[in-house]
């Protein structure tokens, strides 16, 4: 068994912290006044809005963008690692990616409906990613080479994705707060999945731990680059962060991060490629080298190594699923029906 990694067991307390804060909350008198009284004195209590609340209609659309969004990252960031699901070395690994790549399903399935709760349709959510108008994270437009590259995912992509997402259990948003608890537990199931995965390549044949390094040589930078552009370009952290919808600023997580993952570099005896990466005594962080962001917002607009890929393939998804779709549908519509007739 691979040792302990540094720091994944010090965010999951936060996300257990989280989960007892929430309860707490709940339990707790809400402020006695209507409208933007309500709302204003709801955030700076550091409460929760609920969906029949009133709250402005930015703050509401704000939420909309980022967790839809968040949902389209989660169905669209099946392919990369369901592309190896045929190909994983053994049975044992083959299960464990398949039960993780139908976790991400269920994320996307939790985030959906916290949208809801927003007044909008999932199925409009839907349309509205395969139409382009809606993004997803730039992250899942980069292919999956090798076997490795599924333990690079676990470990760097889901590393980061909690760094994220164990904040964001403490928005100020219920709905959205109580969905990322329960993915922040599972995605900590799933970096460790894939530290573990890509310790024993690392200590595997020289051709695998080549694989492996390949393979956290290529995924370093674009998972930097998911924490989104830096602070002076980020468009809605300072008003997310007056809502409380974000807790931390773009590259304070960014560093965050860094600061972690090097650590579990050192424990697996990969090199991250980067050689200014040093650590500063006076700032108490390591020094890095920025992604390239200019990559980043091309990848965005759609200009990514497999954006057109992605998009074709949940396309061509809903055109295949449509007669499912359909069945579901009319088998509701049925059960409506046979509801209504015997009240
Ligand atoms: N990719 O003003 P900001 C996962 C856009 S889930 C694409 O800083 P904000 C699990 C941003 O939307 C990964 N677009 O924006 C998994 C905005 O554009 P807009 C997804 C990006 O919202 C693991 C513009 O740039 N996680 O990994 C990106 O305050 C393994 C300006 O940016 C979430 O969605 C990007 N990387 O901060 C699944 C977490 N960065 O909308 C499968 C929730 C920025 O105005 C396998 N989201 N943009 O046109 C967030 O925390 C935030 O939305 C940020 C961006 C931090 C992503």
Redesign the pocket.
Known sequence: MPPEEPGASGLLDEVSGAERALAEAAARDRPDADGEAFFDAVIAADQKIEPRDAMPEAYRK?LV???A??AH??II??Q??GNWISRAPSLERKAILLS?VQD?AG?GLYLYAAAETLGVDRKDMYAQLLSGRQ??????NYPTLTWADVGA??WL??G??IV??VP?CRCSYGPYARAMIRVCKE?SF?QRQGFQSLYVLARGTTKQREMAQDAVNRYWYPSL?????PDS?????EQ?MEWKI?RYT?DE?RQRFVDMTVQQAGVLGLDLPDPDLAWNEERGHYDFTQPDYGE??D??KGNGPCNRKRMEHRRRAAEDGEWVAQAAREYARKQAERTAVSV
């Open positions: 704000t963008r980022q967790i969004q968040h990252s989660e960031g099946m990369p690692e993780k991400e994320h993004k997803y994270s730039s992250i899942f995912i676990g992509v889901d980061a994705a994220n997402q964001l995605e799933h680059a998911m924490f989104g552009p370009d980020s468009t809605h952290s997310s974000k773009n997580l980043l917002f990848v965005i």
